[in-house]
């Protein structure tokens, strides 16, 4: 079957590092792969996008590569704060059945002081 | 425009009642996804609506649930004799376009059901 994974387990890093998240989806070649962040008790917030056709993109300390070989996605923050911990969720149109994005379950992010 | 808005915020239902909550998107978003998420679980898709049209409801319940997208007025996600296992925050997204290419999904802030 069709699935995403995002590791579970919270990632906890020091301030300052640089925070790498994983997506890495199964079964299906999406032509689009998106990045959102949730805070405890709101909505997920869209981050970035990336096309198939694009192995890399950035936004300020945010970059996200897509490798359409590995079936992966790794999310980068650089310089990480204290303010970026939160829910971290990648989201693809994992279903040629289905006319909306699949999300994972998302991985916790800990910045440290 | 203030977005995504979801209302209310916190609804409590005792079983066997109903649910009503109500979603305005973004404006100039023509397209409303409804979302589910238990604790601790990642959002799960229920319906995927335009105006006055439903166009992809493969991730909603067969039974009490349904959902509409009135030519005006908000976008209403109806939960008939609500179960304890209804308990959860519903989310409701907009986006300019389909599955939200280019753009992404725009959230709004939820409303949490609790069936008490």
């Known amino acids: 079957s069709q699935k995403i994974e995002q590791n579970s387990e919270a990632l906890n890093i020091q301030e300052g590092k640089t925070a790498t998240l994983t997506c890495n989806y199964t079964?299906?070649?999406?032509?689009?792969l998106q990045w959102y962040r949730q805070d405890p008790g709101r909505g997920p917030v869209f981050l970035l996008l990336?096309?198939?056709?694009?192995k890399e993109k950035r936004k300020e300390r945010l970059k996200v590569t897509f490798d359409t070989t590995l079936k992966q996605s790794l999310f980068h923050i650089t310089a990480s704060q204290p303010a970026d911990s939160a829910t971290y969720l990648c989201?693809?149109?994992?279903?040629?059945?289905?006319?909306?994005?699949?999300f994972g379950s998302g991985t916790r992010l800990q910045v440290q002081p | 425009n203030a977005g995504v808005m979801q209302n209310p915020r916190h609804l409590v239902r005792r079983r066997g009642q109903e649910a009503r909550l109500r979603c305005s998107p973004m404006?100039?978003?023509?397209?409303v996804y409804w979302y589910r998420q238990l604790p601790e679980e990642g959002l799960k898709f229920m319906v995927y609506?335009?105006?006055?049209?439903?166009?992809?409801e493969s991730g909603m319940p067969k039974e009490r649930f349904s959902a509409e997208f009135p030519k005006e007025g908000p976008s209403i996600l109806r939960i008939q004799q609500v179960v304890r296992g209804d308990s959860a925050a519903y989310f409701c997204?907009?986006?300019?376009?389909?599955?939200?290419?280019?753009?992404?999904?725009?959230f709004g802030s939820g409303t949490r059901l609790t069936v008490v």
């Open positions: 997204a907009s986006s300019p376009r389909d599955r939200g290419i280019d753009y992404g999904y725009t």
């Open positions: 079964n299906y070649s999406p032509a689009y």
């Open positions: 990336i096309r198939e056709n694009e």
């Open positions: 989201a693809l149109d994992l279903d040629t059945g289905r006319r909306a994005l699949t």
């Open positions: 404006k100039g978003h023509s397209h």
């Open positions: 609506l335009q105006k006055e049209n439903i166009i992809d």
